[in-house]
Every structure is written in structure tokens, then in C-alpha cells.
């Protein structure tokens, strides 16, 4: 596939997916939500690939969704734009980085604003720059966006705050709340990333994703199934390559060399 809205480039088992509308503040738009699902369906297919990093670029993530696409209530009814947000807008995205069974790792390297925030709380590990924004600024236009992800960050009443004001917090409150993982220096974040995309990218690929997709279903179901998902992960995964070179690395006395199978 062509990419027009974003780039999308692999080099040592990391792929990184780059909102590329610079003169748009990389604003989410209905072709670039097919992009970016494109791109991971790319990444999950492709066995080469053992790790993911969502970026933006020109010094900034995303300003959040197209107000053009806004203009959808003018000619479609309630239900019709809820079928075309369900089936073409951001929540595609996220749902299809949720489920990838991958590390993703969201850069944010400026604003994150909306749908881009919704965007930076779907991948696993969020590493920010010291300069970076965050804002759910739905609640300007009348409309309320972040209502999945953001409560399960920072709880339900700093969400509701959140939402209800639409204020922008920097990097160190953003971090504070559990929105992001960790911030660094604007000159160090590329540095950063590709350390931390590199040793996601060396390690036990399957490993990753059952713990990922494990804490994920935990999440909303009770102590019972919980544990099954668990210990039925394990059971796969004590099979797999990927054990068996750790628990052959520790009685040699070696580092592992993870192969991600």
C-alpha cells in the first residue's frame, strides 16, 4: 500500500508508523485512520516485525481529529455518523493497537491533543518529551471523546476533570496521573525510544503479547477467569522457543538470544 498520510518504515524489527500531516498538526483524518490500520495489519502479519513505535512528525503527535470530518452531522443522521465513526475514525485504530499482540510504543514528541491522545493511550508504553501537551478538548466542540482509555489511566474522577474542563497538561502532570510511562529531554526522546524500542524488539515477542492481551481481558472480568486466561497463557508459552532458550541461557550462564517464537 501507498502511504499518503503517514510514513511507515522497518529497519531491525522495528517498525515505525509516523502521523505525517505537518501542516494539518498531523490532525487525524478518515484516510489516515485506513493508513495507520493498514500499517498494523502490516506489522502484526509480518514475523520480522517485534516491535512498534507510533510517532508524528515536525515536532508534534497530533492536534487530534479533523474538524473537517465534524461536518458529518450536516448531511448524515445520528445513527449514520455513528456507523461511520464506528467503521472509519480513531477508534478503528485503537482497537486494532489494543489488540496487536506487539509492544507499541507511542513517542510524543509535541501536542496530543483528542483523538491523538486516544491514539498515545492505545499503545503499551507511552514515552513523552519534556516539551509535550496533553488535552481531551472534545468537550470545546460540544462532544466528549476519550471516554474508554483515559478513565482506566487516571481513574474515573481525574478523567471526568479531565474531560469536563478540557484543560492541556504537560508532560510532568501527564506523567503524575499515569497518562504516560516516562518523560525525557526533547533531544533525547528519539534516543530514548529506539533504546527502549530495541530491547522490546530483542525479547520475547510471544511472551509480550500474551501478557498484553492477559491484562487487558483481566481487566473487566472477575479473580476466576483471570486466572484461567493466565494460566493457559503460560501453558502455551512454556512450550515456545522463546522459554526453552531462557531456561537453557540461565543454566549456561549466558544472555538469551530471543527469537521471538
Not at 28 to 42: L, S
Not at 141 to 149: A, C, R, S
Amino acid at each position: 500500500m501507498e502511504y499518503q498520510y503517514i510514513l511507515f518504515q522497518v529497519e531491525k524489527g522495528i517498525a515505525t508508523i509516523t502521523l505525517n500531516r505537518p501542516k494539518e498538526m498531523n490532525c487525524i483524518n478518515f484516510e489516515m485512520v485506513e493508513e495507520i490500520a493498514a500499517a498494523v495489519d502490516c506489522c502484526e502479519k509480518d514475523e520480522q516485525i517485534r516491535a512498534v513505535v507510533i510517532t508524528g512528525a515536525s515536532q508534534m503527535f497530533s492536534a487530534g481529529d479533523d474538524i473537517k470530518m465534524m461536518e458529518l452531522a450536516k448531511t448524515l443522521s445520528a445513527t449514520e455518523v455513528t456507523q461511520t465513526i464506528d467503521n472509519k475514525a480513531y477508534p478503528v485504530v485503537v482497537k486494532r493497537l489494543m489488540a496487536l499482540p506487539k509492544p507499541v510504543i507511542a513517542c510524543v514528541n509535541g501536542i496530543c491533543f483528542g483523538a491523538g491522545g486516544e491514539l498515545a493511550l492505545a499503545c503499551d508504553y507511552v514515552i513523552a518529551s519534556d516539551q509535550a501537551s496533553f488535552g481531551q478538548l472534545y468537550i470545546n466542540l460540544g462532544l466528549i471523546g476519550n471516554t474508554y482509555l483515559l478513565p482506566k489511566a487516571v481513574g474515573m474522577r481525574k478523567a471526568l476533570e479531565l474531560v469536563w474542563t478540557g484543560k492541556i497538561i504537560n508532560a510532568a502532570e501527564a506523567l503524575r496521573l499515569g497518562m504516560i510511562n516516562k518523560v525525557v529531554p526533547a533531544a533525547s526522546l528519539e534516543e530514548e525510544t529506539a533504546k527502549l524500542a530495541g530491547r522490546m524488539a530483542q525479547g520475547p515477542t510471544l511472551a509480550y503479547g500474551y501478557a498484553k492481551k492477559v491484562l487487558h481481558g483481566s481487566l473487566n472480568i472477575g479473580a476466576e477467569e483471570a486466572f484461567k486466561l493466565m494460566t493457559e497463557a503460560q501453558g502455551t508459552l512454556m512450550k515456545t522457543k522463546d522459554h526453552q532458550e531462557r531456561v537453557q541461557a540461565f543454566t549456561q550462564r549466558r544472555k538469551p538470544a530471543f527469537t521471538g517464537a
